[in-house]
């Protein structure tokens, strides 16, 4: 069964930046289409960006695109999100999301996913 675990979240300034990583247990993620979601009190769970099992096919949500970047390491079996020039309106919880597949497709819809974090804090606030 596969295990993920998000960290990296904190309470950085307006302008910050912060790097999510998200390390897998019980399987290897480059047979994984991978997201990063986040959800902010009383909003539903956003797709920000996805990475599929190749590196190079990468999604950003409008809000984020320019600002942030998603990578995956497979000699670590993490995924990464460099997040940077960070926004009050990008607080909310992150959490990453992996569904095994057959082919190179980047997923953004977070019913498409089987594994999924526990979610990890970001707070931008001055």
């Known amino acids: 069964q596969l295990q993920l675990v998000e960290s990296g979240g904190g309470l950085v300034p307006p302008g910050g930046s912060l790097r999510l990583s998200c390390a897998a247990s019980g399987g290897t993620l480059d047979s994984y289409a991978i997201g990063w979601f986040r959800q902010a009190p009383g909003k539903k769970r956003e797709g920000i960006s996805c990475?599929?099992?190749?590196?190079?096919?990468?999604h950003y949500a409008d809000s984020v695109k320019g600002r942030f970047t998603i990578s995956r390491d497979s000699a670590k079996n993490m995924v990464f999100l460099q997040m940077n020039d960070l926004k009050p309106e990008d607080t909310a919880v992150y959490y990453c999301a992996a569904e095994l597949v057959t082919q190179n497709v980047c997923i953004m819809s977070p019913i498409d996913y089987s594994y999924w974090g526990q979610g990890t804090q970001v707070t931008v606030s001055s």
């Open positions: 990475i599929g099992t190749n590196a190079y096919n990468t």
